[in-house]
């Protein structure tokens, strides 16, 4: 299985970017798909997830300004990520969970200037 993100870039605060994920391979039972980010100095955290049946689940710190979603049909999954603050700078990774296994992409950057 391999994931290709896309959409990183630099943006000011305040600003918008929508990344996406592109899953390509031996697919045949996703369950969960997720966004995951790593800050400079900082552990990797969850952003969001999105089951297989369709729930959608939020790090706190991104409510209500980052949307999450997936077409199955496609093994694609996006990002949209509004009012963009400093500390949001990272680079993000698109998680893909099948079965045992869990899959990485190689992540995009996103740096939000102030």
């Known amino acids: 299985v391999q994931l290709v993100e896309s959409g990183g870039g630099l943006v000011t605060t305040g600003g918008s970017l929508t990344l996406s994920c592109a899953a390509s391979?031996?697919?045949?039972?996703?369950t969960d798909m997720a966004w995951y980010r790593e800050a400079p100095g900082k552990q990797r955290e969850l952003?969001?997830?999105?089951?297989?049946?369709?729930r959608i689940t939020y790090a706190d710190s991104?409510?209500?300004?980052?949307?999450?979603?997936?077409?199955?049909?496609?093994?694609?999954?996006?990002?949209?990520m509004n009012s963009l603050k400093p500390e949001d700078t990272a680079v993000y990774y698109c998680n893909l969970v099948?079965?045992?296994?869990?899959?990485?992409?190689?992540?995009?950057?996103?740096?939000?200037?102030s």
């Open 62 to 80: 991104v409510k209500g300004r980052f949307f999450a979603s997936r077409e199955n049909g496609k093994n694609t999954m996006s990002l949209q």
């Open 98 to 113: 099948q079965g045992e296994f869990h899959f990485w992409g190689q992540g995009t950057r996103v740096t939000v200037s």
């Open 25 to 30: 391979g031996r697919i045949f039972s996703i």
């Open 47 to 54: 952003v969001a997830k999105i089951t297989n049946r369709g």
